[in-house]
């Protein structure tokens, strides 16, 4: 056991079976989780965590295991849409900066513009911009998570440009086009999919901020920020379960990726990955 801890590729392998095993029981799971599994029932509303209800029901009497379970689904959705595109437009934007000048000052400009302002209101201001709901939520949140990638790619590809095999392709009279597509694209496919994963987790985390603060999701979606916003109401009553169960397995989904995110940027570098 000891031995095991002390092996980091033998602990990522492990956390990424863990995380795709939840992620796959959320998502086959929600795919028959039907609205009838969490209607409301005003004769067993407020029912506390019980063998029939293990989360317990809602002021609606809604079935709280399905409702998060559904609402789990929604928030990866959005949370894993919003990475991908954010994380892509980090790529094409450090590329690109990297290779010329002019577009750099643009694009550091707007990195820095973009980071000069907290994540959250940027979030909120776009999502309203854009009408809320699902696709004001998933651009807003994309919009807003490519600079700090966009700068560790950029840095990449400065750095890949001094080597002499991208010398040797731009005298041989490739395009710089042509370089960053077929030289510098697989150098910097690492820091793109750890990117991705550590983007993941902020990425949910921000969809169920702006919702629970009501300024994402409609109310009627079942979702995660909109459980907990509702669950404020009435915690205070002694009503815990009603934040308790999913604001716990929203924590430990976004603890295991960024964990998950931590330990493969480890295994990148050759003086840890050993350890």
């Known amino acids: 056991m000891k031995r095991f801890l002390n092996n980091r590729r033998k602990k990522t392998r492990f ?3 863990i995380l795709s095993g939840i992620i796959a029981c959320i998502y086959l799971g929600g795919m028959f989780v039907s609205e009838s599994m969490y209607e409301a029932n005003f004769q067993i509303k407020n029912t506390a965590p019980s063998l029939n209800h293990l989360f317990g029901t809602d002021f609606l009497g809604r079935d709280m295991l399905f409702r998060t379970w559904k609402g ?3 928030s990866l959705t959005v949370g894993f ?6 994380a892509c437009i980090a790529l094409v934007f450090g590329i690109i900066a990297g290779l010329w000048k002019t577009a750099d000052r643009v694009i550091s400009w707007l990195t820095d513009l973009f980071l000069a302002i907290p994540h959250l209101i940027l979030v909120i201001l776009i999502s309203i911009a854009l009408g809320k709901g699902t696709v004001g939520v998933l651009i807003g949140v994309a919009f807003t998570h490519w600079p700090s990638l966009t700068r560790i790619i950029r840095a990449e590809v400065l750095s890949l440009k001094q080597r002499p095999f991208i010398e040797s392709a731009a005298k041989f009279g490739q395009s710089k086009w042509s370089i960053g597509k077929k030289h510098l694209m697989p150098h910097v496919l690492p820091q793109f999919i750890i990117g991705t994963l550590v983007i993941f987790p902020h990425a949910i985390l921000h969809e169920s901020s702006i919702t629970f603060l ?3 999701l409609a109310p009627e979606q079942p979702a995660i920020g909109i459980i907990l916003s509702e669950s404020l109401k009435y915690i205070t009553s002694g009503y815990w379960w009603l934040a308790l169960f999913p604001g716990t ?3 430990l989904i976004i603890l295991l990726f960024d964990t998950l995110g931590e330990q493969i940027s480890k295994l ?3 003086k840890k990955a050993r350890e």
């Open 214 to 216: 009501g300024f994402g």
């Open 268 to 270: 990148q570098n050759p």
């Open 72 to 74: 789990l689904c929604t």
């Open 249 to 251: 397995i929203l924590i």
């Open 81 to 86: 849409c919003a990475a991908c595109i954010s």
């Open 15 to 17: 956390l990424v079976y």
